[in-house]
Structures are given as structure tokens and as C-alpha cells.
């Protein structure tokens, strides 16, 4: 069975900065896209980065734009996301999400896009 291990969260000052990692456990299945969402109580579960195994490519939210940067390390199976510039309403539970079928664009930066999740890790940001 797929597992994703999220790693790095923590309580941080607006301006500070973190890194998040995600590994996934096993290599017998194939990957296609990783990406990081986010989600607040009461909310849906909203799309923060996503990147292309094969080529890097990246996407990002609006609202993450310059301050974030996602990444991978193909060997480690590993995908990172830098953030910078923290703000107050930056404050989620992150998620890392792996798609293992090859889909469409349109499908990186939605959530029923993705076949395995990670547990999630607490990212606290005080102004």
C-alpha cells in the first residue's frame, strides 16, 4: 500500500519561513504528479502546488505565488514545498497527494485529481 509521510510543519511568525517534505513509502507504482493542498476547519481542502514527475513542471495557487516553491527529488521520491513570506492565513493542515495515472492538466490542481494522501502536517502561523 502507497504511503505519503509528510514532514516539517511547525508554529512559525508571519515572515518566517518553512519546509515541508513528503515521502512516499514504496516505488512499485508510477508517478505522475505530486502536489500539496491545504485545508482549514470547516473548509474544503484547497489546492497550494502541484509538479510534473517527468518534466518539473509547476502550478501553483494565486495566493501562493512567489512566496512558494515546490520541488522534487526523483531518486527519494521525495517532494518538497519551500515557503517563504509566511502570512497568518497561511495557517492549515498540509497534505501531500500523488497521482498515479496520467491525467490532464486540469486535474493537478484538483483534489479528486489525486489517488493517495498523506496523513497531514500542522503549519501554524502567528502574526
Known amino acids: 500500500q502507497v504511503q505519503l509521510v509528510e514532514s516539517g510543519g511547525g508554529w512559525v511568525q508571519a515572515g518566517d519561513s518553512l519546509r515541508l517534505s513528503c515521502a512516499a513509502s514504496?516505488?512499485?507504482?508510477?508517478?505522475?504528479?505530486m502536489g500539496w493542498f491545504r485545508q482549514t476547519p470547516g473548509k474544503e481542502r484547497e489546492f497550494v502546488a502541484a509538479?510534473?514527475?517527468?518534466?518539473?513542471?509547476?502550478y501553483y495557487a494565486d495566493s501562493v505565488k512567489g512566496r512558494f516553491t515546490i520541488s522534487r527529488d526523483n531518486a527519494k521520491n521525495t517532494v518538497y514545498l519551500q515557503m517563504n513570506s509566511l502570512k497568518p492565513e497561511d495557517t492549515a493542515v498540509y497534505y501531500c497527494?500523488?497521482?498515479?495515472?496520467?491525467?490532464?492538466?486540469?486535474?493537478?490542481?484538483?483534489?479528486?485529481?489525486?489517488?493517495?494522501w498523506g496523513q497531514g502536517t500542522q503549519v501554524t502561523v502567528s502574526s
Open positions: 497527494g500523488v497521482q498515479t495515472r496520467n491525467r490532464v492538466s486540469y486535474y493537478y490542481t484538483r483534489r479528486y485529481g489525486y489517488d493517495y
Open positions: 509538479i510534473t514527475w517527468s518534466d518539473g513542471g509547476t
Open positions: 514504496e516505488r512499485t507504482f508510477s508517478t505522475y504528479v
